[in-house]
Structures are given as structure tokens and as C-alpha cells.
């Protein structure tokens, strides 16, 4: 069975950094594309951003280029999102997914992480 | 990036009855389109892909229609295990972008 774990959220203030990280287990973690999503109650579900099996591929939302980077170790099976320039509106819960493929498009969110809350807040 | 708009947002409804719920994009996506479920505190859950296809273990209550523009999510006969939030999801074209969600709640 897939499972997806994230870890790393917290309460941070304003323009500081914080690392979300999601160990994968179930299922051969390199041969997928791995995302990031948010959701919010004023916002609802958001794409953050999304990185290939290899590495070679990555993509973000325009609400986040230049503040965060996705990465991920395949000897690890986990997969990372670097935070940084935080602001209020990050305010959300991450949700580590996993598309069942290459990619998103043309396809469908199949596994979903617990979420992990993160909290910009002075 | 493609918009998508769910209606209602809201909606009461009583166990047996027959809802549908609708979502829009704001251009053509062909069959891209999925449907999800959740619950308080818990991840959405794949209900239906590409339109109509049903995931596996979803009950057959469950059942989606629609091409191009606009689709619908019909539940045939409410049970109380289906009270949650539904969103639409359209993959088509990059970033895939998500409905604001429809609550069905208990008349």
C-alpha cells in the first residue's frame, strides 16, 4: 500500500525559512513524479509544485517561484520542499502527492499524505 | 490557468436523496476532469477520473458525466457516510487547478 508521511511544519514568522519533508513507502518511489499541495479555507486545494522521478523536471505555481524549491532523494524515498521568503498567505496545509505517473496532467491525484500544517504568523 | 467553478457551494440534501453537483472550467479540457471527496480532518479522496470512470472500492452511488466545459456528480441515493466536501480537479493542462469546493451537509 502507498503510504506518504510528511513532516516538518510549524509556526514561523515572516520572510523566514522552513523545510517540509515526505517519506514515501509502498511503491517504487524513483519511477514516479512527486507534487506538493496546499489548501487553505479561504483558497481551497493549490498546486505548489511538482518534480519527476529523476530529478530532471521540476515545476512551480507562480504564487511560489523564487521562494520555494522542490527536491527529492530516491535513496531515501522522500521528497522536499525548501520554504523560503515565507508570507501569510503560505499559511496552509501541505499535502505530499503522488500522481501515479509522470505527471499530474492527464492524470489524477491518487495518494495523498496526512497534510502537515504550516503557520506564518509574527 | 484554467478555472475551475463548482455550484452549488453549498447544499442540504437528506439521506436517499439524489444530488448533483456541478463544475465548470473556464476553457475546454476534454475529459480531464476528476472528482474528490473529504472529510473533516482527513486528505481528499479519488472518487472519479477522467470524467467517468469510477475509482476502485467507490460505491456505485457515484457517478460522473460530462465533456469539454461542464460535468456533473451525481450521487443516486445520499447515505450518511456521504455528508463531506467535494471538488472538481482538472488535469488537462499545466498547473492543474482545483473547484472551490461543494459542502453537502444533513437537512
Known amino acids: 500500500e502507498m503510504q506518504l508521511v510528511e513532516s516538518g511544519g510549524g509556526l514561523v514568522q515572516p520572510g523566514r525559512s522552513l523545510r517540509l519533508s515526505c517519506t514515501a513507502s509502498g511503491f517504487r518511489f524513483d519511477e514516479y513524479a512527486m507534487n506538493w499541495v496546499r489548501q487553505t479555507p479561504g483558497k481551497g486545494l493549490e498546486w505548489v509544485s511538482g518534480i519527476s522521478g529523476n530529478s530532471a523536471r521540476m515545476a512551480y505555481a507562480a504564487s511560489v517561484r523564487g521562494r520555494f524549491t522542490i527536491s527529492r532523494d530516491n535513496a531515501k524515498n522522500s521528497l522536499y520542499l525548501q520554504m523560503d521568503s515565507l508570507r501569510g498567505e503560505d499559511t496552509a496545509l501541505y499535502y505530499c502527492?503522488?500522481?501515479?505517473?509522470?505527471?499530474?496532467?492527464?492524470?489524477?491525484?491518487?495518494?495523498w499524505g496526512q497534510g502537515i500544517l504550516v503557520t506564518v504568523s509574527s | 490557468d484554467i478555472q475551475m467553478t463548482q455550484s452549488p457551494s453549498s447544499l442540504s440534501a437528506s439521506v436517499g436523496d439524489r444530488v448533483i453537483i456541478t463544475c465548470r472550467a473556464s476553457?475546454?479540457?476534454?475529459?480531464?476532469l476528476n472528482w474528490y471527496q473529504q472529510k473533516p480532518g482527513k486528505a481528499p479522496k479519488l472518487l472519479i477520473y477522467?470524467?467517468?470512470s469510477l475509482q476502485s472500492e467507490v460505491p456505485s452511488r457515484f457517478s460522473g458525466s460530462g465533456s469539454g466545459t461542464d460535468f456533473t456528480l451525481t450521487i443516486s441515493s445520499l447515505q450518511p457516510e456521504d455528508f463531506a466536501t467535494y471538488y472538481c480537479q482538472q488535469s488537462y493542462s499545466g498547473p492543474i487547478t482545483f473547484g472551490q469546493g461543494t459542502r453537502l451537509e444533513i437537512k
Open positions: 502527492v503522488n500522481c501515479g505517473g509522470d505527471s499530474c496532467i492527464r492524470g489524477f491525484v491518487d495518494s
Open positions: 477522467a470524467a467517468s
Open positions: 476553457q475546454s479540457i476534454s475529459n480531464y
